[in-house]
């Protein structure tokens, strides 16, 4: 059975709100968490970006869920950072929480002072880094020279089962190249030819592991009040690879964005007033073989959607999903083409 999960969006909502809100969409009946991990919004008007990994001790602290993030090593965080923090709470809470691997976003590394590579450079770099948190998971000293460099790095506190280290996907190019090293895959919501297309490239390459797909979807009594949400609050995340990872800062999205269409704001976002509508498209995603689903609503207020989903989407997801033949078994083993929060 698919699971359903809540994305907490940091970049539009304080740490202590979301803290709430995620306890409340476990209440509520949500199955698993999800975070984004950004020093930067994407846009002024969203207005927040707390610190993930504090704030990711105190979700699994205080639900029974499990958790994941996207987060990018190299570059604003040394890989050794990385892989004691995901030790650290994979030690806490075993088997409750993930971590994808990215290459980043400008408007997030920059912060460091050093010169932003290219993507080749960029990619070559993330390798290099899951080598060394594999590594470091397995209890090795660690030594490295190379695009990040490493002096005689060892994590003493590590968990019985290391974290999964999930590859994130906004590209049918990327899943393929995860497919060698990721424990599974997480993208997020695109035409479904091209998801399942994706999917079918990471498995044909040898690419193990849960499938998971992040859904970005603004849901409001009205479709006109859904679509100003999905407006006001995510259209400065409907472009495409490299715009979404060269830009420098939330203004410089802001600036961009100014005449984003209708259009463009619908291709990222599923927006409706219709429940109906919303978990015949949810189910859709889960036929093509998503073991989890992660849903954001994209506005800043998210009791009422966690209530209205919770109470009439979850339920029929769930009984559809035991009933009906078409739905796939889970994968094997282990647990966007815009600017997502997510995937990278």
């Known amino acids: ?30 199955d698993a968490g999800m975070c984004s991990d950004h020093l930067a919004p994407w846009s002024a008007r969203q207005g927040h970006s707390g ?17 994941g993030t996207v ?12 892989a004691q923090a995901s030790a650290t709470l994979a030690q806490m809470f075993p ?44 209890g090795e000293e660690v030594s490295h020279r190379g695009h990040v460099t490493v002096d005689r790095a060892r994590i003493w506190s590590l968990p019985d089962e290391p974290p999964l280290l999930i590859g ?45 797909v992040q859904v970005h979807l603004s849901w409001a009594p009205t479709d006109d009040e859904a679509y100003a949400i999905a407006h006001d609050q995510w259209r400065s995340n409907v472009f495409s690879p490299p715009a979404c990872w060269d830009l420098d800062s939330p203004a410089a999205f802001d600036v961009v964005s100014e ?14 007033s219709d429940l109906g509508a919303l978990t015949a498209y949810l189910a859709d995603l889960a036929d093509l073989g998503f073991d989890r689903m992660y849903l954001h609503h ?12 919770g109470e009439h989407v979850l339920p029929q997801l769930r009984s559809a999903s035991a009933t ?17 929060g997510g995937a990278r």
């Not at 929480?97 to 080749?120: C, Q």
Request: with cysteine.
């Open 1 to 30: 059975m698919t699971q359903i999960g809540f994305h907490a969006s940091h970049e539009q909502i304080s740490p202590g709100e979301l803290l709430r809100a995620v306890r409340r969409a476990a209440d509520a009946g949500f």
């Open 51 to 67: 610190f993930a990994w504090s704030w990711l001790g105190a979700a699994l602290a205080s639900t029974d869920l499990s958790f």
């Open 71 to 82: 987060s990018a090593p190299g570059q604003r965080y040394h890989p050794a950072v990385i």
């Open 95 to 138: 088997g409750r929480f993930w971590v994808a691997l990215g290459s980043g976003e400008n408007a997030n590394e920059r912060i460091t002072g050093d010169r932003w590579p290219s993507k080749p450079e960029r990619d070559a770099r993330l390798r290099e880094c899951v080598d060394i948190i594999r590594a470091l998971h397995r």
């Open 168 to 212: 994130p996907a906004v590209s049918i190019e990327t899943a393929r190249a995860h497919a060698d090293w990721a424990d599974g895959l997480v993208t997020t919501n695109q035409d479904l030819d091209t998801l399942r297309t994706m999917i079918a490239t990471y498995r044909d390459a040898g690419g193990r592991g849960e499938l998971s």
């Open 259 to 272: 005449n984003v269409t209708e259009q463009q704001v619908r291709d990222t976002v599923m927006v409706s």
């Open 298 to 309: 994209v506005g800043q207020q998210q009791d009422a959607f966690i209530d209205a989903f």
């Open 324 to 340: 009906s033949p078409a739905w796939p078994a889970p994968a094997s083993s282990g647990t966007a083409p815009t600017r997502s």
